[in-house]
């Protein structure tokens, strides 16, 4: 089966949105064993969409089209498919509901122009959006099944998992039972990754794929796999998905949807525990991360980011050590968690170390964590520029007190570490 994806939208046409939601879309497809030919964008216009719509209807079986399905004069999708198919929009009075409820959920009435997400082609096969006010659709253009679908990437994604993957499975007469299962790591990169993980019995017959996503500081490995029931599937991955979370070990900060972040503060939740953060160098950016966590709120006892440690020492009122040491790091958690009144308390400091090449620049990474019960400290020289730095003392921290909330091992070599 000959798949195509079409986006579009000006302002991926003209590169002021990256375009990552055909990359989610083709890598999906590709990990099901379903081949995509061609990747179209085109911008909202309408004869141009005419014409991408009537050449993909002549060399495709199937078209996932992305984005064009909003409220606003721009977006065409449902009135160039009705074109192309000759048929009128109609209102699908259901949706329409759908949207209004929706609004009134939230306390407000429904713009006028949102009725004009219910109109879909005639004849056209509903798909539905649980999350979002765009609903998808499917039209048969030519010799190909054309699949609508919204360009907010989360409600792409839930669409494509629960509506689309099954049907395209189908028409390409394949298995219709899919399962992707993933495992976020921090510290191992994706060659050795890879080296740990491929001579795993069973991934050799094909039917559960491994996969790999790298993208600094993490490293996503992924297991796909395609079967014809229930049963089947589990039989295939059970074994394969054990002996991965194996041979990972420590490594794996969280699985499928849950995040370091919401690993640790279910951690903490569970020790009936609070945290105290103090940044040097990152920006805020751990508090920041676990702050968006539903709940984060009632766990946190106090932050405090600065830029120099003088400064940071003086916000928690302590003495300012000479330099940005493992000791030092303790100094800093031990005293923030005793003026807080926090559970935990973690410090993270980092002190630009450029090195004898200016091109290599580099910080020395410090952590202390602290309890009631105990000081514990790591540290690390970390490459690679600025951003490097900042992104890695920001995930070695979080790792750090994941490691110490599940009693693992805080000063595990990380391959990113200059030793």
């Given amino acids: 089966m000959r798949i195509e994806i079409l986006c579009t939208g000006d302002e991926i046409l003209t590169g002021k949105t990256i375009n990552t939601n055909y990359g989610h879309i083709a890598r999906r497809l590709v990990e099901l064993g379903l081949t995509v030919h061609w990747g179209t964008v085109v911008g909202d ?46 209102l699908h009075e259901e949706w329409l509901a ?18 004009k997400q219910a ?57 219709g039972v899919t399962r992707l299962k993933r495992f976020h790591s921090f510290g191992i990169g994706e060659s050795r990754a890879d080296q740990m993980l491929s001579d795993i019995p069973g991934l050799e017959e094909g039917a559960v794929k491994l996969g790999f996503q790298s993208h600094y500081p ?19 991955l059970g074994p394969i998905e054990a002996e991965v979370r194996r041979r990972l070990g420590n490594f794996v900060l969280a699985e499928d949807d849950a995040s370091l972040e919401s690993v640790i503060l279910d951690a903490l939740r569970a020790a009936g525990g609070t945290l105290a953060l103090a940044e040097m160098f990152t920006g805020g950016a751990i508090a920041s991360r676990l702050a968006r966590q539903p709940g984060a709120e009632g766990l946190f006892a106090s932050g405090v980011v600065a830029p120099a440690l003088d400064r940071l020492c003086a916000s928690i009122g302590i003495p300012a ?77 979080l790792d750090c007190l994941r490691r110490l909330l599940l009693g693992l091992p805080v000063d595990e070599p990380v391959d990113f570490e200059q030793r």
């Fill in 321 to 397: 050590p000479v330099a940005v040491t493992p000791e030092a790091a303790a100094a800093v958690a031990q005293a923030l968690r005793a003026g807080s009144g926090a559970s935990h308390a973690l410090a993270v400091l980092v002190a630009p170390d450029p090195g004898p090449d200016s091109r290599d620049w580099g910080g020395v990474i410090c952590i202390g964590l602290a309890t009631e019960d105990a000081v514990v400290t790591r540290r690390a020289r970390l490459t690679n520029g600025r951003d490097w730095v900042r992104q890695g003392a920001t995930e070695m921290g």
């Fill in 45 to 90: 216009d309408r004869p141009s969409l005419r014409a991408a719509f009537a050449e993909a209807a002549l060399r495709a079986d199937a078209v996932i089209v992305n984005g064009g399905l909003g409220p606003t004069v721009d977006d065409l999708s449902q009135e160039v498919a009705a074109e192309a198919a000759g048929v009128p929009l109609v």
């Fill in 218 to 236: 993490q490293l996503e490995t992924k297991l796909a796999v395609r079967a014809a029931d229930a049963a089947e599937l589990e039989r295939l």
């Fill in 119 to 175: 109109m879909l082609p005639e004849g056209a096969e509903f798909i539905d959006n649980p999350i979002g006010t765009a609903c998808g659709f499917a039209v048969t253009l030519g010799r190909a099944r054309f699949f609508f679908t919204p360009g907010v990437p989360r409600e792409m994604k839930r669409m494509l998992e629960e509506q689309l993957l099954p049907r395209l499975l189908a028409q390409g007469g394949l298995p």
């Fill in 98 to 115: 759908r949207i209004e409820g929706f609004y009134a959920r939230r306390g407000r009435v429904m713009p006028p122009n949102n009725r």
